[in-house]
Structures are given as structure tokens and as C-alpha cells.
């Protein structure tokens, strides 16, 4: 584990504070998550996760499926694939349904992603105005992209793994005046990491 005890309890607070958890398939895929807020003295509310699927892919042995009985849970997904029959995508999203899931069609972009302002669209048509994007780096890369962000936070921890995977990708910069400006809102030491929260300078 990168993060410290304290940095992964900042996480987990920042998590209360929302109204939804966003992140996109491969973080699922890869990590498992559970995308719940567990703090000490408990959460007053379980955010809504939501889940950018555009394939359908979500695992019934994940654990994102095996609790969307306990927290309230939401897939957004594109529409069937050339390549497979609108029958086999149409009973995985039933099936996730059956789990207690809620599933909402978007159209995909050229990239063959979502379109990102429906599902903007979407969770502004559900009152959701405070969503805390963990990622992954696709993710979070669409989100700067696209301007849909008000707040960046960082946490570094004192730990090198040498190239790794990018936070965040090609954001479509060629030159600095180009560059996305950002603000210090506050910047912590929580145990051995340090936390940098920004916001973005709007011009």
C-alpha cells in the first residue's frame, strides 16, 4: 500500500462529503473496490457510486455487484457494440439490474468512451451537484478535459516506483500558454504524505 493510514482516512472523508463516488471500469477491474466511506464514528450517508462501463464489462463476482443491495449504485453504459448482439449486452444489464443496480444508456464519442456532458446531464437530472472522481487516469483525464472539476486534490506519498501509471494522461496541451492554471486552496501533512489541494484559475 502507497498511501498512509491518515492520507487513506482523508480519502475516506472526502467520500462523505459527496453525494457520489465516480470512476471508470479498469479502476474496478483492476482494484476491486469497494467505493464506500469508512471512517471512524461511521458516514451519515453511503455516497452513490457510479460506474463509467461503456462496454458492460462489470463482473457479477465483483463487489461493487455483490453489495449494491447495501449502498445505491448506478452503471452508466453505451450502447450495444458492433460487434455483439443487442440480446447478450441487453441480459448483462439485466442481470445487473436483478443485483439492485441502476443502469443508464450514453452515447459514446468518437474514442468509443461516453459523452461525457451526458453524464453530466444525467446526474444534474438526479440533483447530484457534488461527485469526488477517484479515477482511473482515462477518467480523470476527461473530467480536466472537459472542465468538469472545481476542485484537484494530490496526495504524494515519499515513494518511488519509477515511471508508473499516469494520474493523468494527454490532456491535448502543445504549448504553455495552454497550460491549465491552478491555485493553492491548502496544502498538509497527513502522517508521511503530503496532500495539495487546488482549484482551477478561470480565465
Known amino acids: 500500500m502507497i498511501s498512509s493510514p491518515e492520507s487513506l482516512e482523508l480519502t475516506h472523508q472526502i467520500r462523505g462529503e459527496n453525494q457520489a463516488i465516480l470512476v471508470g471500469i479498469g479502476t474496478v477491474l483492476q482494484d476491486n473496490p469497494r467505493l464506500n466511506c469508512r471512517i471512524p464514528g461511521g458516514c451519515p450517508q453511503q455516497p452513490l457510486r457510479i460506474i463509467l462501463d461503456s462496454s458492460l464489462r462489470l463482473p457479477q463476482s465483483s463487489i461493487i455487484v455483490q453489495t449494491a443491495g447495501d449502498q445505491p449504485t448506478l452503471v452508466m453504459h453505451g450502447p450495444p457494440g458492433s460487434a455483439e448482439t443487442k440480446g447478450s449486452f441487453h441480459a448483462r444489464r439485466d442481470t445487473l439490474r436483478q443485483s439492485g443496480i441502476l443502469t443508464h444508456e450514453i452515447s459514446r464519442n468518437q474514442n468509443g468512451g461516453l459523452v461525457l456532458d451526458q453524464v453530466m446531464a444525467k446526474l444534474q437530472s438526479m440533483g447530484i451537484i457534488s461527485v469526488f472522481v477517484e479515477g482511473g487516469s ?66
Do not use: N
Open 138 to 203: 482515462a477518467v480523470l483525464t476527461s473530467f480536466i478535459r472537459s472542465g468538469y472539476y472545481d476542485l484537484l486534490t494530490i496526495m504524494i506519498a515519499p515513494v518511488l516506483i519509477g515511471t508508473g501509471i499516469e494520474a493523468i494522461a494527454d490532456l491535448g496541451i502543445l504549448y504553455l500558454t495552454q497550460a491549465r492554471k491552478l491555485e493553492t486552496v491548502w496544502m498538509k501533512s497527513f502522517g508521511i504524505d503530503m496532500v495539495w489541494r487546488l482549484r482551477p484559475i478561470l480565465s
